[in-house]
């Protein structure tokens, strides 16, 4: 069983940045990819980042060369810097992770918010 806990949301003007972190909690060595999927209001969920135990990332492509995405495997952390911010990134954002059966886990989400 792994629990995740977001935290490093915010508001933020346009083009500015923040860094989301989350945590991973109880057996964090037995998974595989992390990453970070966002809801904007009307929208569906979509992914932003993922990245692999072996370190193979993803990006979509409305966040390639703005965000980016780490992870600390020993200590079950992902994080996601995120910059030059735009309206349009205003979303709630999720950590995600899977371990290696193909269980999903998800965290609580953290608001993201750019003004204009």
């Known amino acids: 069983q792994v629990r995740l806990v977001e935290s490093g949301g915010g508001l933020v003007q346009a083009g500015g940045s923040l860094r989301l972190s989350c945590a991973a909690s109880g057996d964090i060595f037995s998974l595989n990819a992390m990453g970070w999927y966002r809801r904007a209001p009307g929208k569906q969920r979509e992914l932003v980042a993922t990245i692999a135990r072996g370190r193979n990332i993803n990006y979509a492509d409305s966040v390639k060369g703005r965000f980016t995405i780490s992870r600390d495997i020993a200590k079950g952390t992902v994080y996601l810097q995120m910059n030059t911010l735009k309206p349009e990134d205003t979303a709630v954002y999720y950590c995600?992770?899977?371990?290696?059966?193909?269980?999903?886990?998800w965290g609580q989400g953290t608001q993201v918010t750019v003004s204009s």
């Open positions: 995600n992770a899977d371990d290696y059966t193909g269980r999903a886990y």
